[in-house]
């Protein structure tokens, strides 16, 4: 089993929707999480750290869910410019290593 | 802003050639790591380093070197290089050994080996 797992896509949505990804992890010690963005042909940039509690930046909504040990992305409101794939990211205690997901496509249609 | 540095943005060498990927931070991070990015594959780790002189092997280090002779310069060898090592390179660094500290990308290099 991978250590995490995404549903590759890609998803295909028109402008104004929202669309939730998931990505589940397997290390129940893991302690840090991440969503990164990127775009094609380019380097990952950090879109939002995922805490405990759940956060919230703009359109963009990360929550994490320990028990079942899956974080999820939301986008509300789609833009035509949010179309890209979404890294998820989990670092375990300990190691201060990354384990990237391989990531979701998003496109986001007129 | 973090920024992270990488030499070259497309580089295109000969099988069996020596090749050196620099990449520069300007943060004072302690972590620096090497990744490449393949269709289909997503990001593998190659090396990384925790410190100056450091160096700890990733996923797939057969092939590679690296060389961290100072805290803000991590480089990435590959001592003959070979068709199978085309691919997009990414550098990243990160602070500290706390917990919750995200990476830094640099804007990778795309390496072609004819």
Known sequence: RKEVEQDPGPFNVPEGATVAFNCTYSNSASQSFFWYRQDCRKEPKLLMSVYSSGNEDGRFTAQLNRASQYISLLIRDSKLSDSATYLCVVESGGSYIPTFGRGTSLIVHP | ?114
């Not at chain 2, 580089?11 to 620099?22: H, I, Y």
């Not at chain 2, 004072?28 to 190659?46: A, K, V």
């Open chain 2, 1 to 114: 802003d973090v920024k992270v540095t990488q030499s070259s943005r497309y580089l295109v060498k000969r099988t069996g050639e020596k090749v050196f990927l620099e990449c520069v931070q300007d943060m004072d991070h302690e972590n620096m790591f090497w990744y490449r990015q393949d269709p289909g594959l997503g990001l593998r780790l190659i090396y990384f380093s925790y410190d100056v002189k450091m160096k700890e092997k990733g996923d797939i280090p057969e092939g590679y070197s690296v060389s961290r002779e100072k805290k803000e310069r991590f480089s990435l060898i590959l001592e003959s290089a070979s068709t199978n090592q085309t691919s997009m390179y990414l550098c990243a660094s990160s602070t500290g050994r706390s917990s919750n500290q995200p990476q830094h990308f640099g804007d990778g290099t795309r390496l072609s080996i004819l």
